[in-house]
């Protein structure tokens, strides 16, 4: 006869067994066949009969109007990654109009407001699903003629395979990972820069620059939504509007909080709610606001007041309302940065800061790694005394 502890002991090692030999779900399963055969495509179908070898030229400054990007992904995160390379196109070819096509349907959303931007072809989430839109925006884009097309991405096949079945007189890219042939320009990924937002500058700058000229010293732009001042009216009303129950919280400043983030990248609620008592300590002059994810379920159990919206630039304009703005590595983490408003803190615990961390006007990334919340907490310092336009931020660095 077995002692009790014994067969739980048993019990434990066979469920684990049966865990190490679970087949994986049918959605990763078809994620996996996905990506294998956009890959087969693009090693094989895409180089079609003329094979071209890039050329190790720069192409021309002038000539160039008509421009697309090809970025077949949904996620907000990526698409906000795009800006900062749009923003470039109009600085270097002011000019020109870009088009796009990208996966979601709330892209229009996201540009439509760029001056330069002219058609954005939305692809759908799941093209497998979906093959006669698919193939109807796929043909669309086959009759309209490019002088450039941008591959902005270095490992997915799916952009690549729309860079080389359009007609375009220029086409750029990143090479090693992905086939090159078809492609005019063939950069390989530089080490010095790593930023998913900033490669695609890089790309662009070493692509018309001739040999030599480039020295890679410039600034690069940051991400940018492009809110208009009366969307940002609105979101100033919007936040003042959240508080009016709190006349003694009208005019404090508003440190802006999202609790949520996929997979690994994610803190639960109890790690969310040690995190706000340890800012209340630190600014007690403070307000604070929680911006819900797209399911609308608080993170920080209704302890502040909440916005929610499926509308992105709407809550950019709320969080450019905001004076500092604090979550993990997240697509709304991308949009604070985009918002141009708020200092922006992104915590990181499994990604890298270097590959997608926020930059640019005083925004900082935090490695989590091995800290607790009061740690994180010393790590933010903002002076909130000082006007909006020269706040003062630092990391101090440990």
């Known amino acids: 006869m077995l002692l009790p502890g014994i067969v739980m002991r048993r019990r434990t090692e066979k469920t684990a067994v049966k865990t190490k030999l679970a087949r994986p779900s049918w959605g990763s399963v078809l994620q996996d066949y996905r990506r294998r055969t956009i890959g087969f495509f693009a090693r094989h179908w895409i180089q079609g009969r003329t094979h071209y070898s890039p050329a190790d030229l720069p192409i021309p400054q002038q000539g160039l109007y008509r421009v697309l990007i090809c970025r077949a992904n949904h996620r907000l995160g ?141 600034a690069m732009p940051s991400l940018d939504l492009g809110l208009t001042s009366s969307e940002r009216s609105w979101g100033q009303a919007k936040l003042n509007e959240l508080f009016r129950r709190s006349a003694n919280l009208r005019d404090q400043p508003t440190i802006a909080i999202f609790a949520h983030a996929t997979g690994g990248k994610c803190f639960d609620d109890n790690w969310w709610l040690r995190m706000l008592d340890c800012l209340r300590i630190k600014y007690p002059q403070a307000r604070f606001v929680e911006l819900l994810p797209a399911h609308g379920i608080s993170g920080l159990r209704a302890s502040v007041p909440g916005y929610f919206s499926s509308h992105p630039r709407r809550m950019a304009a709320v969080i450019a309302a905001t004076r500092l703005f604090i979550a993990a590595d997240c697509g709304i983490m991308h949009l604070a940065c985009a918002s141009r408003g708020p200092i922006v803190f992104g915590l990181f615990s499994c990604t890298d800061p270097e590959v997608y961390g926020p930059y640019g006007s005083g925004n900082q990334p935090i490695s989590t790694n091995w800290l607790d919340q009061p740690s994180i907490c010393n790590k933010i310092d903002v002076d909130f005394e000082l006007d909006t336009a020269k706040v003062a931020t630092s990391v101090r660095r440990r």
Not at 147 to 162: E, N, T
């Open 78 to 218: 990526n698409l906000l990654l795009l800006t900062p390379l749009i923003v470039e196109l109009q600085a270097r070819f002011p000019g020109s109009q870009v088009d796009l096509v990208v996966g979601g349907d709330q892209s229009r959303e996201l540009f439509d407001h760029f001056p330069n931007v002219g058609t954005v072809y939305s692809l759908p989430r799941h093209a497998f699903r979906h093959p006669w839109r698919t193939i109807n925006v796929l043909r669309t884009l086959r009759h309209q003629r490019y002088d450039l097309a941008i591959d902005p991405d270095i490992s997915s096949y799916s952009s690549r395979l729309l860079v080389n079945r359009c007609r375009a007189t220029h086409r750029i890219g990143f090479n090693g990972r992905k086939p090159s042939q078809r492609l005019t320009y063939a950069l390989p990924a530089p080490l010095r820069v790593r930023h998913m937002a900033q490669l695609p500058i890089v790309l662009l700058r070493r692509a018309i620059a001739t040999r030599g000229d480039f020295t890679g010293s410039e």
